[in-house]
């Protein structure tokens, strides 16, 4: 059985930093590809970055240069640093393990950016 377990999580100021984690256990974590969404408040829940097995990582554009993906196969974890944090990028985040395009979820971590 696939659990995935976010954590990280939590109140930050505006241009703060938090850094996301997900715990993987139930799946064969190296072959995965592993992706961060998040959502908003009355919007649909949306991709914000992944990263594959073999590590390639891919970005949405509002957080390029801002947020970094990345894993460790070791620990069966993925990670998201979040830096420069803005108030718009308050939403729960989920992690996601995608493979043979099945998607399992976490129950998701909640993220406010605000003064």
């Known amino acids: 059985q696939v659990q995935l377990v976010e954590s990280g999580g939590g109140l930050v100021q505006p241009g703060g930093s938090l850094r996301l984690s997900c715990a993987a256990s139930g799946i064969s974590f190296s072959i995965y590809k592993m992706g961060w969404y998040r959502q908003a408040p009355g919007k649909q829940r949306g991709l914000v970055a992944f990263?594959?097995?073999?590590?390639?990582?891919n970005y949405i554009d509002s957080v390029k240069g801002r947020f970094t993906i990345s894993r460790d196969n070791a620990k069966n974890t993925v990670y998201l640093q979040m830096n420069s944090l803005k108030p718009e990028d308050t939403a729960v985040y989920y992690c996601?393990?995608?493979?043979?395009?099945?998607?399992?979820w976490g129950q998701g971590t909640q993220v406010t950016v605000s003064s």
């Open positions: 996601n393990a995608n493979f043979a395009s099945v998607d399992s």
């Open positions: 990263i594959t097995r073999g590590g390639t990582t």
